[in-house]
C-alpha cells in the first residue's frame, strides 16, 4: 500500500510511505553507510589542514635555519626577525586555516541538510522539500569560527615566543628551539598525539563539522515532524572504540528495542547527566560535543516488520 500526504505544510511538498514491513536491518544498513560517508568527508578536511600546516612547518623552519647565528649562540638582535618569521607563519596559518575550516564546515552542514531524506530512503520513504534549508545557525557559527582561529593562530604565537626566549635566555641552544618550535607543528603521529597546534586544529575541524551536520539534519528532521505525526528519534553513535561511555549507554538505551527505546522527536536525550534534543546540543556542554560523532536518527514502528 502506499500512503501519499500531500502538502501538510509549507516545507514539504509530499510526504510517501510505502508500507508492508521494510526490515529494520535494510534501514540500519543505510544508516551505517550515510555515518561512514560522513567520517570520510571529516577525515578528507582533516588531511588537508594538516597538510597545510606541514608545509608552514616547512617554510617556518627555513626562516628559522636563515636567521639562526651560525655560531650557536644566540644574539637579542636576531631576536625581531625570529618573531618576524613566526608571525609571518601565524598570519599565513590563520588565513588558510580559517578558509579550510569555512568550506569544511559548509561542506558538513550541506551533507547534513540531506542526511534526514537520505536515511529515510532506507525505510522507503520519501521526503521532497520545497524550501532550502535555513543558513541563519550556519552563519551564527561562522562568527564563532572567527574566534576559534584566532586562538589558535594565538597559541601558536605564545607558545613560539616562549621558545624563542628560552633560547635569548640561553636555557635553550639554537637547534633544541628549532626541533621544539617544529614539534608545535608536527602532523606525523609517530606517538599518541600530534604537536599541539595540529591537535588543535583538528579537534576544530572534526567538532565543528559535526555541529554543523547535526544542526542541519536536527532542522531537517523538526520539519518531518510536522507532517509525520508520532515521529520519534533515537540516538546512534559511531559504534567503534573511540566512542565516550556516556555516547555508548546513550545508543543502547534509545535503540529500537531497548528501554526506554526511540522517544517522540521534541523529547530529548539523557546523556551523561545531560539533557540533549540532538548530538552537538550545547546544552550537553564540552564533555559532550567535543569530537563527537553520534547522529539522531528518525524512527517509526509502522514503517518496519
Known amino acids: ?32 553507510a550515510l555515518i561512514a560517508a560522513q567520517g570520510r568527508l571529516e577525515d578528507a578536511e582533516v588531511r588537508a589542514v594538516l597538510r597545510m600546516l606541514a608545509d608552514l612547518r616547512r617554510s617556518l623552519s627555513e626562516d628559522l635555519l636563515a636567521i639562526t647565528p651560525r655560531d650557536k649562540l644566540w644574539r637579542v638582535q636576531h631576536l625581531g626577525q625570529l618573531r618576524a618569521a613566526v608571525d609571518r607563519v601565524a598570519v599565513e596559518f590563520a588565513s588558510r586555516y580559517g578558509t579550510a575550516l569555512t568550506g569544511a564546515v559548509n561542506g558538513a552542514w550541506e551533507q547534513g541538510a540531506v542526511f534526514p531524506a537520505a536515511s529515510l530512503a532506507g525505510a522507503r520513504v520519501e521526503v521532497v522539500f520545497t524550501q532550502e534549508l535555513s543558513r541563519v545557525q550556519i552563519e551564527v557559527m561562522a562568527q564563532m569560527h572567527t574566534d576559534l582561529v584566532r586562538a589558535v593562530s594565538n597559541d601558536f604565537r605564545l607558545k613560539v615566543g616562549r621558545e624563542l626566549t628560552l633560547g635569548i635566555m ?8 628549532m626541533q621544539d618550535v617544529g614539534e608545535l607543528l608536527r602532523t606525523e603521529q609517530l606517538r599518541r598525539e600530534m604537536g599541539t597546534i595540529a591537535n588543535q586544529a583538528e579537534r576544530i575541524v572534526r567538532t565543528e563539522m559535526g555541529q554543523a551536520y547535526s544542526v542541519a539534519n536536527r532542522i531537517r528532521v523538526e520539519e518531518i515532524a510536522e507532517d509525520v505525526p508520532g515521529l520519534q528519534h533515537y540516538w546512534r553513535s559511531a559504534r567503534d572504540g573511540r566512542v565516550r561511555a556516556a ?3 546513550a545508543d543502547s538505551r534509545y535503540a529500537p528495542g531497548s528501554r526506554p527505546g526511540p522517544i517522540p522527536v521534541k523529547e530529548s536525550f539523557s546523556v551523561g547527566g545531560a539533557q ?9 556542554g564540552a564533555a559532550n560535543t567535543i569530537q563527537c560523532r553520534c547522529l539522531e536518527i528518525m524512527y517509526k514502528k509502522e514503517w518496519f516488520k
Request: net charge positive.
Open 247 to 249: 555516547h555508548i549507554t
Open 1 to 32: 500500500m502506499v500512503l501519499v500526504t500531500k502538502a501538510l505544510s509549507p516545507l514539504l511538498r509530499e510526504v510517501v510511505v510505502e508500507s508492508g514491513g521494510v526490515d529494520f536491518a535494510v534501514y540500519e544498513r543505510r544508516i551505517i
Open 170 to 177: 640561553g636555557a635553550k641552544s639554537p637547534f633544541q628551539i
Open 276 to 284: 540533549m534534543r540532538y548530538p552537538h546540543d550545547p546544552s550537553g
